[in-house]
């Protein structure tokens, strides 16, 4: 999937079209044994549709600053989730990742929505053929306060952290899958947090394979993006089935350096190694259960 994703954009010359969290959603949705996110195929397309559609609607007609803009895009993907009582957290990055990029382009939204389409067929025809369990949908328990309570404390907690990257101009120390992390994480009852450390392990060397094979393959050999992208995503698959740790996110912070400008790759996997690790403990230590 991630393959056929970049080899399109590169002979059709649309950067638009690569989106990291595909990755993310092949592991949950083919790779894991089970889902990890209680939603089902038809939110799945619905909720990374409107998550594209309003990160590009905010990057044309937003004139506010950048650290507002993503905050709302943050508080719209914690609204949307409510709404349909799933905890089905990629779209968050599926929001903000355009404007991080300063994406206004309807390519983008448009090839979300087939790519998200293509999961969910993919998904129910390996579920068919018993390549994997099917899935079954249970909602999320619904106590409206309560989210309230939990998305202001998220969106409080993300404001107050983005702060001084926002300011240095240093914003990947946030990445978008970094945030879906955080947020993954801020759940007590997920277990990823019995793991922190390798959570933060896993995703310092995903970002780190990334930057390295696309600096010497793409940057320095000159091969194509798509040979770089099936390269690292046989290595992380091969390092998560040994850790036996399918954290989705990983596959997302994976591919973003295949969208980076070149000068920042130097810099990327420290980045998201001092991020992780704010983000992650900032989760656990301030989102506990009652």
């Not at 903000?96 to 389409?117: E, F, G, H, Q």
């Not at 309570?149 to 952290?161: D, P, R």
């Amino acid at each position: 999937m991630a393959f056929v994703m970049v080899f399109v954009a590169e002979i059709s010359h649309e950067t638009e079209i690569i989106f990291p969290e595909i990755c993310a959603l092949t592991i949950g949705a083919w790779v894991s044994e089970q889902q990890p996110w209680m939603t089902n195929k038809r939110r799945i397309f619905i909720l990374m549709s409107l998550a594209a559609l309003f990160g590009v609607l905010v990057v044309k007609y937003c004139t506010f600053p950048l650290i507002a803009q993503v905050c709302l895009c943050f508080a719209f993907t914690g609204f949307i989730l409510t709404l349909f009582k799933t905890n089905f957290v990629p779209i968050i990055s599926a929001c903000i990742l355009p404007v991080y990029l300063r994406t206004d382009s309807w390519i983008y939204p448009i090839s979300v929505s087939i790519m998200a389409l293509i999961i969910i067929i993919a998904q129910w025809l390996m579920e068919k053929y018993h390549f994997r369990p099917i899935n079954t949908f249970v909602p999320c328990e619904f106590d409206t306060k309560y989210q309230i309570i939990k998305w202001s404390k998220l969106l409080a907690v993300f404001g107050l952290i983005a702060l001084i990257p926002f300011k240095t101009h240093q914003i990947y120390f946030l990445a978008p899958p970094l945030i879906v992390m955080f947020t993954e994480l801020s759940n007590p009852k997920s277990p990823a947090r019995l793991k922190p450390f390798y959570i933060v392990g896993l995703m310092t060397f995903a970002s780190f394979i990334g930057c390295a094979l696309r600096l010497l393959l793409n940057e320095f050999l000159g091969l194509p993006l798509f040979i770089c992208t099936a390269l690292a995503c046989i290595i992380l698959f091969y390092a998560i089935d040994k850790l036996k740790i399918y954290f989705p996110p990983a596959g997302a912070i994976l591919l973003i350096p295949m969208i980076l400008d070149k000068n920042l790759l130097l810099t990327f996997p420290l980045e998201v190694l001092i991020g992780a690790i704010i983000l992650s403990f900032s989760a656990i230590i301030l989102f506990r259960e009652k």
